[in-house]
């Protein structure tokens, strides 16, 4: 079985980092840095996901025009999605995921690269199956 694992390192009320690991009957298979905003007690675009585990599934984005995962059964919370970002503030309440970290925008804040390949890799690690589990420690 085939699951999700952020582990968050960095957090304050802009952003989050961490990594994210997909695991296949318990080895890792793909592994990356993770972006998110920061918290902000769960509102809505502006507020990380809290921490606990989510049913994930790959649905269609007519935004991105693409299927995403998405994850479902946040509180109080929808259309929360990995998808590809360098900056926090690219993000509404969704994951990005790169390959290193930089200050981009020299804003002070340390940014994710290669978000579009990281993402990439992340579909192809989870390929084959349409729904899974995440879990944001």
């Known amino acids: 079985m085939k699951y999700i694992k952020i582990v968050r390192n960095w957090q304050d009320t ?4 961490g990594n994210c690991t997909v695991y296949d009957n ?10 998110e905003r920061g918290w902000r007690n769960n ?20 935004r991105f025009k ?12 929808s259309e929360c999605k990995f998808h590809a970002a360098n900056y ?16 981009i925008n020299k804003d002070g804040y340390n940014d994710v690269t290669s978000s579009k390949q990281a993402m990439d890799d992340f579909h192809r690690a989870l390929s084959g199956i349409s729904q899974t589990e995440v879990e944001i420690v």
């Open 14 to 17: 802009n952003q989050t980092l």
């Open 26 to 35: 318990g080895k890792p298979i793909f592994t990356a840095l993770s972006l």
């Open 66 to 77: 693409k299927d995403l995962w998405e994850l479902k059964g946040v509180p109080n919370r």
């Open 43 to 62: 509102e809505s675009n502006v507020s990380c996901v809290p921490k606990g585990k989510y049913k994930v599934v790959l649905e269609y984005s007519f």
């Open 88 to 103: 926090w503030f690219q993000l509404n309440g969704c994951i990005a995921l790169g390959r290193s970290l930089a200050d």
